[in-house]
């Protein structure tokens, strides 16, 4: 079992940057990938970032998110970061936390970022 605890969620004004942070607990060292998903209503929850623990970090973005966000790894807190800078309005959604531990996929609770002028 792995637990999942997000924070960093907000409100935020279109072209500004907020920092998601994932900090995980219980058996942390089977985790193969950790990444951030996001969900609006009335969608499909999507990928908008993961590093590959498993695979040397090894990350990957969203075509939508590349090049204005970050995500990175603190091993010693057992926490994942989504560093988001330049945000837009269409980046609003919940954020959840994911991590996979195979076969099963853990979720946190989801942090809300809204951002709007």
């Known amino acids: 079992q792995v637990q999942l605890m997000e924070s960093g969620g907000g409100l935020v004004q279109p072209g500004g940057s907020l920092r998601l942070s994932c900090a995980a607990s219980g058996s942390i060292f089977s985790i193969n990938t950790m990444g951030w998903y996001r969900q609006v209503p009335g969608k499909e929850r999507e990928m908008v970032a993961r590093i590959v623990i498993t695979a040397g970090g090894i990350t990957h973005y969203a075509d939508s998110v590349k090049g204005r966000f970050t995500i990175s790894r603190d091993n010693a807190k057992n926490t994942v970061y989504l560093q988001m800078n330049s945000l837009k309005p269409e980046d609003t959604a919940v954020y959840h936390c994911?991590?996979?531990?195979?076969?099963?996929?853990?979720w946190g609770q989801g942090t809300q970022v809204t951002v709007s002028s």
């Open positions: 994911h991590a996979f531990v195979p076969p099963n996929n853990f």
